[in-house]
């Protein structure tokens, strides 16, 4: 889901991206040779890591042309930040901001690193960690983590029935609810419903605090039993 955000990105702060996905490295044997050939043209070059194999060639050929170059690398696992020849703190920050995920944040952390090392004069915010589900609603930026909340700001018309729209986490931090969920929210509230949408992920991670759809229609959509 990292892709259309960064493409995003790069058109609004008008920076040049060459971006290649996960799966053209698994599936295209010349895509390490693109990115080697990208990486000598390119005033910073990101990586972030994983634990597909292909990284075996890949870190070998990175390496042998990181000398003189701007260079991070980042992942899950803590070894994934060896290839990084730049500010170790940046590094972290970078990551941070993929990890939020998110259009803005994914904007702020490119106007961050045209700040940091490609010397242009930007204003960016720091990430902002967003929770795993939220109430959402197309008429207000707010994320609403309370029932409660929501109808405080909502002021539905009680005597109007209630219609739950459930909206993938992705579709969110994407804004690709803009183009398909959020509609079919206003035109419910145009046939004089009154809406709660949520969105949320498919599986649970009690760890962490994700909950599956079941778990967020029984957060959101239920009290004392009853939708």
């Not at 803005?104 to 045209?114: A, D, E, P, T, V």
């Not at 991670?205 to 959509?221: A, F, P």
């Amino acid at each position: 889901t990292y892709v259309p955000m960064l493409r995003k990105a790069a058109e609004i702060t008008d920076t040049e991206l060459f971006i290649v996905p996960f799966h053209s490295l698994e599936s295209d044997p010349s895509a390490q040779d693109r990115v080697i050939d990208a990486m000598k043209d390119s005033e910073l070059s990101v990586f972030y890591k994983s634990n597909q194999a292909y990284w075996d060639d890949l870190d070998r050929k990175i390496k042998a042309n990181s000398e003189g170059r701007n260079v991070m690398s980042f992942g899950i696992d803590p070894t994934y930040f060896g290839l990084t020849n730049v500010d170790h703190e940046d590094t972290v920050t970078t990551f941070q901001y993929f990890r939020a995920h998110g259009q803005k944040n994914i904007n702020n952390m490119i106007r961050f690193l045209r700040a940091k090392y490609l010397g242009f004069d930007e204003t960016f915010e720091q990430p902002v960690f967003l929770p795993w589900q939220a109430i959402v609603h197309p008429d207000t930026e707010e994320l609403f983590e309370s029932t409660e909340d929501y109808i405080g700001w909502y002021k539905p018309d009680e005597s109007k029935p209630w219609v739950g729209v459930i909206i993938t986490r992705s579709s969110w931090m994407t804004e690709g609810c803009f183009g398909v969920d959020y509609p079919v929210v206003k035109e419910l509230e145009a046939q004089g419903l009154n809406v709660i949408t949520i969105y949320t992920m498919s599986t649970n991670k009690t760890d962490v605090g994700q909950m599956n759809i079941g778990g967020s229609i029984d957060r959101y959509l239920i009290r004392d039993g009853k939708p």
